[in-house]
């Protein structure tokens, strides 16, 4: 289902970016949209986030983290200090912090009714 969705970025609990009316897929509980030319998805299993330089994934049941920079075919895994997912109802939180972050990272999506 084709839906609209409003999101806040937060870095270290501070709202860093906030974006408002977002078009994006969602269906079971399985949300993906385009944001800054970065195509993003997010699930109860995984968060991606690509491009055409690169693919960061941040699995949330093994709560590893990997990025493959396209250009030079290389994939290195980041170590993850924290990473959380919920959802209730309309709205998604998902936060984490990796070791190559010097800052932790929240983003907050509503789905609009």
């Not at 590893?64 to 250009?71: A, D, G, R």
């Amino acid at each position: 289902m084709i839906t609209k969705m409003n999101l806040k970025l937060y870095k270290n609990n501070l709202l860093d970016q906030e974006y408002k009316n977002i078009n994006c897929m969602y269906q079971n509980s399985n949300i993906s949209f385009l944001l800054n030319d970065c195509k993003m998805i997010l699930n109860k299993h995984i968060f991606l986030r690509e491009n055409n330089e690169f693919k960061f994934n941040i699995n949330l049941q093994t709560k590893t983290c990997t990025i493959l920079l396209k250009e030079h075919n290389k994939e290195f895994d980041i170590p993850i200090e924290q990473v959380s997912f919920s959802q209730k109802d309309n709205i998604m939180v998902l936060s984490y912090k990796t070791e190559s972050d010097d800052k932790s990272t929240k983003m907050v999506i509503e789905l609009s009714d």
